[in-house]
């Protein structure tokens, strides 16, 4: 069950608050009466510029997820400036781009890192606020990769069909404790992470590409309305059947050279270029 209106205020813990999905998702929820936020990323400096900024009551935490005290500190956080918690969105997660042969099973292990670890130890830490708050909800921002994966990603769709499957078996599990879980899956959004600069150039491709309001409202649909799964843009719904009614010919079309422009350089992929740092 969502959290409905009442007279507690809605309490919302947003990771990846700095910048993109979660930057508008914060906005977004700032829209909402009674809202007041809790900022979780890694950039202090961006998160104290948004919640200064926020026509609402915002606290922020400055931590790295998947540091091994950070599930505990985001607690600690939130016990200390709130009651409750109502609304979890982990949004947060990044993407290193290489080939199995590339990048190996170290390329897997720091994105399962980021993308699911990370996830799962922080919403093990807040589950009982959550519980105690209830309705209350919990939305995880996968991907469409969760669904369907493509060459050069398949570290990252992995890390995001874990989310997709632990997501839909932990709504079974919270769900009589009146946690709903929510699962958002954006296609091509346009951020900092995810700039997607090549299908942005091409105008036969850039209609592909949606924005970080469209994933935030998203989220509310998910998180507050209860919805179980949103994708983004909706269309790309079809993709993900397609690869369920026709997996064979969603491998081809994949497979296929032209399809290798879907695999879109990332921040964290320009970030390590510029310090010189090969993909492991």
Known sequence: MPPAPGPHPLVALVTGAS???????????????GARLVLVARREQRLRELAQALPVPATYIAVDLVEDDAPARVLAH?????????????NAGSAWRATFAEGGWANVHRTMEVNF?????????????????????????????????RAGAASYSASKFALAGWS???????????????????GFIATEGFP???????RATRWLVSTPERAAEAIVDAGLRGRAERYVPRG?????????????????????????????????????????????
Not at 168 to 186: F, I, K, S, W
């Open 19 to 33: 910048s993109g999905i979660g930057e508008a998702t914060a906005l977004r929820l700032a829209r909402e009466p």
């Open 78 to 90: 939130v016990e200390e400036h709130h009651d409750r918690l109502t609304l979890l969105v982990n």
């Open 117 to 149: 670890d990370a996830v799962v130890r922080l919403t093990e830490a807040l589950l009982p606020a959550l519980r105690a708050s209830a309705p209350s909800a919990i939305v995880n921002v996968a991907s469409t990769a969760g669904r369907v994966a």
């Open 168 to 186: 839909d078996g932990l709504y079974a599990e919270e769900a009589a404790h009146g946690v709903h879980v929510g699962l958002v899956l954006p």
């Open 196 to 202: 997607q600069t090549e299908l942005r150039a091409k």
């Open 236 to 280: 790309y719904a079809l993709a993900a059947a397609a690869r369920v009614l026709v997996p064979g010919l969603v491998r081809r079309v994949l497979s296929g050279g032209s399809a290798s422009i879907m695999t879109t350089r990332t921040g964290a992929d320009a970030a390590e270029h510029q310090a010189g740092t090969p993909v492991d």
